[in-house]
């Protein structure tokens, strides 16, 4: 590429844990321009497979096929009716587990099959594939074997989504503390790196920091990069701003009324929705603008919630080049 919703899984440790970093940022010049990249569906798939297996495709026209699947580490490809059809990752995408009661028009009971989607939800495209499970006296055992086989696949396509999405993210660690040199920073409950759905195929990587409650709304600023120099937007937030997040299988994205963004890692989303919510209950409650030492307070209350959490206090550094 070029530079310019069911339970949750545990998936590798590294994949789900977040840096934090207590620290003033140095004012020292790291002019890092905004990057972006494009996520396009259809990328050259990377490398070798790294697993292969026998699924049933289940189509709109309720049709129920047998393909090959081949995981990439960013997409994944299968051929049908002959065509080979690849597709690569988005940080916007999902997979989940999902299940239907019906039975096709060629008498197929979809209840026989265990099965999830792939959903890259910017693209409006979305994929079901299914492991049948037999019937009769081996049926239980069947049904266990087919869904050890769906969570294997489940568990290894949201690894690759989070090494496509983390794979786009500079080195960095979430902050509470401002910027000396920038005096819009003075106020920062916390900041870091969120991808952001730039338009219909493309990713921006931006610096984004959210700021406590003022008269009747909080901001979301969305910087170029770390250096705060260049505001790329302003949300504002009020008790009545819709914060939502994506429901799969360790999935990261969440979107703050209309901007969809992605996180680094599942607990890197939960602790900005986490930190938003608390904003948006000081709105309805009417409180006022916090003085200092309830700002100080705010931030060690986030920096408290990032000790207690399971994941180790580490910067997350980049696992490999840019997958897109």
């Not at 497979?49 to 090959?68: F, K």
């Not at 991808?195 to 195929?201: K, M, P, Q």
Request: hydrophobic share 40%; proline share 3%.
């Amino acid at each position: 590429g070029q530079k310019v919703e069911d339970g949750q899984l545990e998936v590798d440790h590294v994949l789900d844990s977040f840096g934090y970093e207590a620290q003033p940022e140095a004012p020292a010049a790291r002019q890092r321009s905004r990057m972006c990249f494009s996520t396009t569906m259809d990328q050259t798939l990377r490398g070798v497979p790294l697993r292969e297996g026998a699924l049933w495709l289940l189509s709109a026209e309720e049709e129920v096929a047998m393909v090959n699947l081949s995981l990439y580490v960013n997409g994944f490809a299968f051929t049908h009716k002959g065509l080979e059809h690849s597709f690569s990752l988005s940080p916007f995408a999902l997979v989940r587990n999902c299940k239907f009661q019906a039975t096709t028009a060629e008498g197929v009971n979809l209840a026989d099959f265990k099965c999830f989607k792939v959903s890259l939800f910017t693209q409006g495209t979305c994929f079901y594939f299914g492991i049948r499970h037999g019937t009769g006296e081996a049926e239980a055992d069947a049904g266990r074997a087919a869904e050890e086989e769906r969570s294997r696949w489940v568990v290894d396509i949201s690894r690759a989504l989070r090494l496509v999405t983390q794979s786009l993210f500079p080195p960095f660690q979430i902050t509470c503390e401002p910027l000396y040199s920038v005096d819009v920073t003075a106020t920062r409950l916390m900041a870091g790196y969120l991808l952001l759905h730039d338009g219909a195929t493309t990713v921006s990587v931006l610096y984004c920091e959210l700021h406590p409650q003022h008269h009747d709304y909080a901001r979301l600023i969305v910087y170029e990069n770390d250096s705060c120099q260049v505001v790329m937007a302003e949300i504002f937030i009020t008790e009545h701003t819709a914060c939502c997040e994506k429901v799969g299988i360790s999935c990261s994205c969440f979107s703050v009324e209309d901007y969809l963004f992605s996180a680094r890692s599942l607990a890197e989303r939960k602790l900005w929705l986490r930190a938003i919510s608390n904003v948006k209950v000081k709105l309805q409650n009417r409180a006022p603008s916090p003085s200092s030492a309830e700002l100080r307070s705010y931030r060690e209350a986030i920096v408290e919630h990032v000790r207690t959490t399971k994941a180790p206090l580490q910067s997350q550094q980049t696992l490999t080049d840019a997958l897109l």
